[in-house]
C-alpha cells in the first residue's frame, strides 16, 4: 500500500478493516480454489498414500512437463535444457540424469528472474521473497501454481486432522494495524475464511493480556504463523499460569525455524500439537510433518535433493543443504535450485509411516545457511536450541555471531534469570561451540523483528571461507 492509503487504513475503525480484509480474501479465495484446485486436492489426498513406485511415476511425469516447458518456453533454461534430454528421462534414473543439469542459484534467481520465467503462463501475480540481505527476490506465480499450492497445504491440514471448514488465528508479518497502536484491537477478522489475523508487532507485556482474552472469546480450532510470536505468547500464558478456555486441535509453524524448546512451550500454553512444515515463498516443494511426529518430503510436490557444505552427496545423519526442484511453481521453474536451507537426514527404510504414508522422513529442519554457526574448534553447528535447556527467566534470546571468533547473545530476561543461570547458559554455549570463541551475553529492553515481522534467533553475519 501506498503511504496515504497505509494511513487512511490505519485511521479506519475495526469494523471497516474486517470488511476490506474480507473483500480481498474474497478475491484471493476466488483465484486460489478455481482452475485445477480441486482436481489436484483430490490427487494429493490420494498420492499421500501412494507406494515408492507410484510416487516416482508421477515424479517422472511431472519432471518431463516441467522441463518440457522451461526448454521451451524460457529464455534463461533454453541453454541449458535440450529437448533431447527430456525425452531420454527415465524413472529409474531420474536422481543422477538431474545431476547433468547445474544448480541453479540465489543470486541467480534474484537477478535472472525475467528469463527464468516461463513465457507461455500469463502471470498472476508476484511475491516478494524476504531474503536475508535486506534486497527482496521477486517471483512470478500463475493461478495454476498458486491452486497447486493451495492444495497441498490443504492435503497438510488433512493429514493433521482439521476439517473443512473452522475458525484459525494467524500470526505473521502482515502488517494489519497501526506500528504506534497502544490499545486493541492489534487484529483483523476475515469473515470469509472465519480468520482472524492477528499482529506479530504488538506482543509485548503491556498488551499480551488483550491477546488471550481475544482468543478466549474467539476459540480457534486452529492457529498458524511465526514460531516466535507464537512462543512469546504461550510463555507468557505459561509464566502467569492464565487459563485458555478453548483447546485448538492444531498449531502449524511456517516462514522461521522452529525450536524444540518453542515447541515445548507452545504445546503446553495451548495443550495441543505443534506441527512443523517447510515450504519456501518462492515456490519450493513442501516438507510436512504427520500426525507421529515425523517429517516426510512431499515427493509430489518436487524432487528432492541433499548435499553437504563441500558439494558432496549428503547422507544419514549429515547437515545438508536441500536442492530442489519444484512441481509447485510452474511459472518461476526452480530446477535443481539451492534453496540455502539446511536439513538432518535421517536413515531412509522404505518404510510406511504409522500416519499412512510411504513418502521418506527427515530428521528435522535445522534452518537457513546463515542459521549456522562456525567456530574453528567445532566447525559447523546448527540447532542452538539444545543450549537453552534447564534455563529459567530468558524471556526472548538472539544469538549473533559477528566473526568466527566472536558472539553476541542479546537477551531479555526477568527476574528469574540470575547469576547461575547466566554461568549456566554460557557454559553451555562454550559446550557446542568451544573454548576459544568469545561469547558476550547481553541483557537488553528490546530485540526487534526484522520489516517482515519475522525474528531470526540464531544470525550469522559473515561468509565462511574454509
Request: overall charge positive; proline content about 3%.
Amino acid at each position: 500500500m501506498s503511504g496515504l492509503v497505509t494511513k487512511i487504513y490505519y485511521s479506519l475503525p475495526s469494523f471497516l478493516k474486517n470488511i476490506l480484509i474480507t473483500g480481498y480474501a474474497w478475491k484471493n479465495h476466488n483465484k486460489r480454489r478455481a482452475g485445477v484446485y480441486q482436481n489436484k486436492l483430490n490427487l494429493y489426498r490420494e498420492s499421500y498414500h501412494w507406494t515408492r513406485p507410484q510416487l516416482k511415476n508421477y515424479q517422472l511425469e511431472e519432471l518431463t512437463k516441467l522441463l518440457r516447458e522451461a526448454s521451451l518456453h524460457s529464455d534463461f533454461y533454453k541453454d541449458r535444457v535440450s529437448t533431447h534430454f527430456v525425452d531420454e528421462l527415465n524413472q529409474t534414473n531420474i536422481q543422477n540424469q538431474l545431476k547433468k543439469l547445474p544448480f541453479l542459484s540465489k543470486d541467480e534467481l534474484k537477478n535472472k528472474v525475467d528469463s527464468i520465467q516461463n513465457k507461455s503462463r500469463k502471470s498472476d501475480h508476484i511475491n516478494m521473497t524476504s531474503g536475508t540481505t535486506g534486497t527482496p527476490t521477486k517471483v512470478y506465480y500463475d493461478d495454476e501454481s498458486t491452486q497447486i499450492s493451495f492444495a497441498l497445504w490443504r492435503r497438510f491440514h488433512d493429514v493433521i486432522g482439521l476439517p473443512e471448514s473452522y475458525r484459525s488465528v494467524r500470526f505473521s508479518g502482515r502488517i494489519i494495524c497501526s506500528p504506534t497502536s497502544t490499545r486493541p484491537p492489534f487484529w483483523v477478522y476475515n469473515y470469509l475464511d472465519k480468520q482472524l489475523l492477528m499482529s506479530t508487532y504488538h506482543l509485548n507485556d503491556r498488551n499480551m493480556k488483550s491477546y488471550v482474552d481475544k482468543l478466549n472469546h474467539f476459540k480457534p480450532l486452529f492457529l498458524d504463523g511465526y514460531p516466535s510470536a507464537l512462543y512469546i505468547l504461550a510463555n507468557f500464558i505459561v509464566k502467569n499460569s492464565l487459563k485458555l478456555t478453548f483447546r485448538p486441535k492444531a498449531i502449524a509453524t511456517t516462514a522461521e525455524t522452529l525450536y524444540e524448546h518453542q515447541r515445548v512451550v507452545i504445546e503446553s500454553a495451548f495443550g495441543c500439537k505443534v506441527y512443523n512444515q517447510y515450504a519456501s515463498s518462492e515456490g519450493g516443494s513442501f516438507v510436512t510433518e504427520c500426525s507421529q511426529g515425523n517429517l516426510h518430503l512431499n515427493l509430489d510436490s518436487g524432487i528432492f535433493e541433499f548435499y553437504t557444505h563441500d558439494d558432496k552427496i549428503a547422507e544419514s545423519g549429515d547437515m545438508a543443504e536441500l536442492i530442489v526442484t519444484s512441481f509447485r511453481n510452474l511459472k518461476t521453474p526452480l530446477i535443481r535450485y539451492k534453496t540455502g536451507d539446511f536439513f538432518r537426514l535421517s536413515e531412509d527404510k522404505n518404510e510406511q509411516c504409522e500416519c499412512g504414508s510411504w513418502m521418506p522422513m527427515v530428521e528435522e529442519i535445522i534452518g537457513r545457511q546463515d542459521d549456522i554457526l562456525y567456530t574453528e574448534e567445532k566447525g559447523y553447528v546448527g540447532r542452538m536450541d539444545p543450549a537453552y535447556k534447564g534455563l529459567e527467566g530468558i524471556v526472548k534470546s538472539k544469538i549473533v555471531q559477528e566473526s568466527i571468533d566472536r558472539i553476541n547473545v542479546f537477551q531479555i530476561v526477568d527476574q528469574g534469570y540470575t547469576e547461575y543461570m547466566n554461568k549456566k547458559f554460557l557454559r553451555s554455549l562454550k559446550d557446542r561451540l568451544g573454548e576459544k570463541v568469545n561469547i558476550e551475553i547481553k541483557i537488553v529492553d528490546e530485540i526487534p523483528l526484522s520489516k517482515n515481522g519475522k525474528f531470526k534467533a540464531v544470525e550469522r553475519n559473515f561468509e565462511i571461507k574454509e
